[in-house]
């Protein structure tokens, strides 16, 4: 199974850029109302994973005010740990290994750029029809209703 069927392409991904200020980050990560989100560089490059908890340590770190969000670049807040990224040859069951501990998988291709996210959703989804269909042939035309977030 090709991973590009699962893909969630970049045009439609919420992400930041590492330029970007810890006020702009968190006006975003609450506007889409995510806990995560892909961080990118200005050349389109996959650079890391900002959370809630990143954002949250940083400010109580920092002593911040809000007020003061405006001047602090999200590329100096440590981060606990990135979302591995996978490129678009990348294998099935390594797809589903990264996405058993990831909200979400960025998605690179050849040059390393980043191209979407795959949604740890779409992947049980997709083992889900399998399972219902008895594992043979096409995913059975089932879905669950859920609400997505990355």
């Known amino acids: 199974m090709n ?18 200020t810890l006020r702009q980050a968190l006006e975003k990560m609450e506007y889409h109302r995510y806990s995560s989100i892909p ?6 490059e996959y650079v890391g994973t900002m959370t809630e908890g990143d954002l949250l340590w940083a400010i109580k770190n920092q002593g911040l005010r809000i007020e003061n969000a ?3 670049p999200i ?24 996405a058993m501990n990831q909200n979400f998988v960025p998605v690179l291709d050849d ?9 740890r959703g779409a992947i049980i989804q997709y083992c889900y029809d399998r399972y219902r ?16 977030r990355v």
């Open 3 to 20: 991973i590009l069927f699962f893909l969630t392409p970049k045009q439609d991904v919420a992400f930041l850029y590492d330029d970007f």
């Open 39 to 44: 961080m990118l560089n200005r050349k389109g």
């Open 70 to 72: 405006e001047e602090i």
């Open 75 to 98: 590329k100096a807040i440590p981060r606990k740990r990135d979302y591995l990224p996978v490129t678009v040859n990348t294998q099935m069951d390594e797809l589903v290994a990264a």
């Open 111 to 119: 040059k390393r750029s980043f191209i979407g996210i795959v949604k």
């Open 133 to 148: 269909g008895g594992g043979k042939g096409r995913p059975v035309p089932h879905k669950i209703q859920t609400e997505s």
